[in-house]
């Protein structure tokens, strides 16, 4: 049996997880996709990468599919033979649910605008030294979670901790509990954003989940409120978040998903149309939330398991959907 580790993240997952696999399985590794070629294609039986696409070579004995990120979006189902469960992969709970919890206090202390006046011009001002205005805190803050999956949970139970009430929206039925007080219906969603200081974006990326947050729903959140985005940028309307960032309808953003991507041609791409680098209430991230050394791990470790339950035949963890 043949695996084939497509792709840059693939080939360090397969470097990272060889020790685990089974000895019998043959692994080719391709960091470059554009360096595949029919024959390794066409003798494939698990593909592990985050990317296929209908310009790659066929291969029509593939019968396992295992992403190595949770995202699935970018593998053309269609161009995979029928009936090949799709799997993917998580580990990143923790990390993400870490940085959500320190991009709010980061905004909530100024620690940002703070730390850089200090250390540039000494600056005493926000000090009681000189009887500044005092920053704010996170404890008793409203925090609004759109997504109450495995991220949607772990950001929960930590923001509870931290003294903040905790809402949630959801596409499914979920219980409150675990540091949630109430979970609204995703289409109530409307509801439950003027309750909230933050709105952490945490869901899943779907038809309807596309553009969520678009012009009309970015006037219902506080003008203070702080809207952070771990999910997708889709999710949220590019113009209009720009806009309403732009000329204060809401307060402030953190974003570590964008609409733009780097390629072959740009490497350094901007991650959107517009200068949100240019917008001081912006926190900007290159989608890095969850790209800690305990993640990829954890990922690695989960990964290798469900080839070897494959290889062996026994029940898959993970399964997404099937083309």
Not at 87 to 97: K, R, S
Not at 175 to 200: I, K
Not at 247 to 257: E, K, R, S
Not at 260 to 280: C, D, K, T, V
Request: proline share 7%.
């Amino acid at each position: 049996m043949k695996a084939l580790f497509l792709g840059n993240v693939a080939a360090d997952t397969a470097n990272g997880i060889r020790a685990e696999l089974i000895p019998e399985l043959q692994v080719d590794i391709i960091a470059d996709p554009k360096e595949l070629s029919p024959e390794i294609a066409a003798a494939t039986d698990i593909l592990v990468t985050n990317i296929w696409r209908a310009d790659y070579p066929p291969a029509p004995r593939v019968r396992l599919v295992q992403s190595v990120a949770t995202g699935i979006e970018w593998i053309e189902q269609a161009t995979l033979p029928r009936g090949v469960p799709i799997c993917n992969a998580y580990g990143h709970e923790t990390a993400i649910a870490e940085y959500v919890l320190m991009v709010m206090l980061v905004w909530s202390h100024r620690f940002r605008e703070i730390e850089s006046d200090f250390r540039l011009h000494s600056s005493w001002r926000p000090s009681w030294v000189h009887s500044g205005a005092p920053h704010g805190e996170i404890r008793g803050n409203t925090l609004g979670i759109i997504g109450l999956g495995r991220v949607g949970q772990e950001v929960a139970r930590r923001a509870a901790v931290f003294g903040c009430r905790v809402l949630a929206a959801n596409r499914s039925p979920r219980a409150a509990g675990d540091g949630v007080e109430r979970v609204y219906p995703l289409d109530a969603l409307d509801e439950m954003l003027p309750l909230c200081d933050t709105v952490a974006i945490c869901t899943a990326f779907g038809p309807e989940t596309e553009r969520l947050i678009d012009a009309r729903r970015l006037t219902l959140i506080k003008p203070s409120a702080l809207l952070v985005n771990i999910a997708r940028g889709a999710i949220i309307d590019e113009d209009a978040l720009y806009a309403a960032l732009r000329d204060g309808t809401i307060g402030g953003a953190a974003i570590d998903v964008w609409w733009q991507y780097p390629n072959a041609a740009e490497p350094e791409r901007r991650p959107s149309r517009h200068p949100f680098h240019e917008l001081p209430n912006v926190i900007m991230t290159p989608h890095c939330s969850g790209w800690t050394a305990g993640m990829v791990r954890r990922r690695w470790d989960e990964v290798a398991d469900n080839i070897n339950r494959f290889v062996r035949g026994d029940p898959l963890i993970n399964i997404v959907t099937t083309t």
